[in-house]
């Protein structure tokens, strides 16, 4: 380690954070290693570390030939201002060598707030901030993640995006870099063969023309790009490399378990969920192979817990036989397992408790809507029955906690449905007053609301958000509705939801503005110790632009929206028509009862199937 580096850990937090060694990680001999890639994720090392898909693709792109993928994270502000002061450059952890000794940064964007800390990243990196003022083929920047499927506000920034999962993608683009690194091609040559890949989206490579009305007009592919980026997708889940023996942290991190994936994709179709879109069709891993693959999984790491993930864990229908053979490895050795994904329509009291056998949680579940009427327009298929049964279940099997997750300025919702919230958290009380073996213990009922967010491949997307001064009176008129001891309140500020609104659904003329708030101090925006409005206001009110054009206006199916060049598989007449239908309060059935047509299957190649 630095001399330099070893003094000023001593004077920051959790140190641990910064110094790498940690058990699994992966080192190679840089004189065998041709491509290097920095694989960054920005935000902190206790919540990158959690991040499933950073371990996979860690895992994945370390098993190509001649290339070593090592992991970089933003410091939190006090090594950050540690760093600058001391000229000591962003490093990876696994070697400690400075960025600028990479071909390659690879960003992984799962969350738009993340975008000014990508731009503090590259420039802590000592690397030119534009694409353009990068004109060598190294360092190339890159980035994936679902925050790429709206890549636009990026533009300037970004060599090329990832669009969809690249457990294929990735290596494939790592194969040709390694091409274009042995035959000396140029960044623009390079940049125009890679937009041949499918799935990789190149944005200097599309002309965007806009109207007198600040809309677009028109996005023109260049120089042999695609007309439409169409989303990789892995079509066989039990095929594909996961990783059994992940990087085990240092330190104390936000989610300390080991993940275990059982299924891509989502049978909702939930008419907010942006997830529920970009990640279709449906694509399960075989009891068998998960079983598998969650023992050797805990073998290697150590873990005490284990987390099966997915969208919705509960409609994984072999969900028992996962169970079994995983808890027949684990109640001997003490190791818990959860599903933090629980639906209320689906709850069974038997695997509750078959998980909750080795330690006991509390409950979550989301609601989303305050009334039936509204939870039919959104299409979250739960009833005010299916919830209270489930709760009754749950209070007569010894549980005395429960969250209930809730959006206010859904389309369509009304005070009625505002106020419909704290009709049902009575009713989940007098449930537990009525049902409860252990009244003893007390209960603890959780509301939480968060602002709806239109977001980009859903049937939202066209919708406008409701102002930030709405959206506190809504939490206002349900703060007062709420009068039990037992029932605790928790809101989102309106401030991030705004801005997160804004870069959602923006398009390219937003750089300037990340540039500004980056400039400004702006980096770590998802937390509340960084974020600052008024920044934001400041630099959109120097960039000439208006935040409400982008975050509270109504879009028409006529409109080119940033994002159109990015094909998720879902046809927008499919996303056209759930929106019609919520206005109608019509409820879809889901992919399991019958198939809508969505167009999401077809990415699975002739004859393919979603595996709902």
Known sequence: MDNK???????????????GGEYNQILKDRQEVEVRVAFCFPDIYDIGMCNQGMNILYQSMNSVDGVWCERVYAPWGDMREEMEKNKIPLYALESG?????????AFSIGYEMAFTTVLDMIYQAGIPLHTKDRTELKPLVIAGGSACVNAEPMAEFLDLAIIGEGEEVNNELLYLYRKAKRENWSKIEFLQKASGIEGI?????????????????????????????????????????????????????????????????????????????????????????????????????GYSDCT???????DYLELNTVLDGMLEFCEPRNIGISLPSLRADNFSLDIVHRIQKVRKSGLTFAVEGGSQRL?????????????????????????????????????????????????????????????????????????STSCFIPKPFSPFQWEAQIPMEEYMRRVQLLSSAIKAKNVTYNWHDADIGFIEAVLSRGDRRLGPVLEEVWKNGGRLEAWEDYFNLERWQQAFEKSGLDPHYYANRCRSPEEILPWSVIDVGVRWEHLWNERQQAYKAEKSLDCRHRCLGCGASELLGKGGKCNA
């Open 308 to 314: 099966l993930l997915s969208l919705s864990s509960s």
């Open 97 to 105: 060598d400075a960025l600028t000794e990479f071909d390659i940064l």
């Open 375 to 447: 939870r039919d327009a959104i299409n979250k298929n739960v009833t005010e029955e299916e919830l209270l049964n489930t709760c009754r279940l749950a209070f007569q099997g010894g549980w005395s906690s429960v969250k209930l997750y809730y959006m206010l300025g859904l389309p369509t919702e009304t005070d009625e449905d505002v106020l419909g919230i704290a009709e049902m958290a009575n009713k989940v009380l007098h449930c537990w007053r009525e049902y409860s073996i252990n009244k003893k213990r007390g209960v603890r009922i959780t509301i």
């Open 201 to 301: 989206y190149v944005p200097s490579l599309y002309e965007v023309q806009y109207g007198d009305d600040g809309a677009i007009r028109s996005i023109l592919p260049q120089g042999g790009a695609p007309q439409r980026v169409r989303k990789r997708i892995i079509k066989d889940m039990d095929a594909v490399s996961y990783p059994t023996a992940p990087v085990v942290p240092n330190t104390e991190i936000v989610q300390d378990k080991a993940n275990l994936e059982l299924f891509r994709g989502c049978i909702r179709g939930c008419r907010f969920c942006q997830a529920g879109y970009i990640y279709r069709p449906v694509r399960k891993k075989s009891p068998e192979k998960l079983v598998e693959l969650g023992r050797e999984l805990l073998k290697n790491t």
């Open 5 to 19: 580096l070893e003094r000023i850990l001593m004077r920051v937090q959790k140190p641990a954070r910064y110094t």
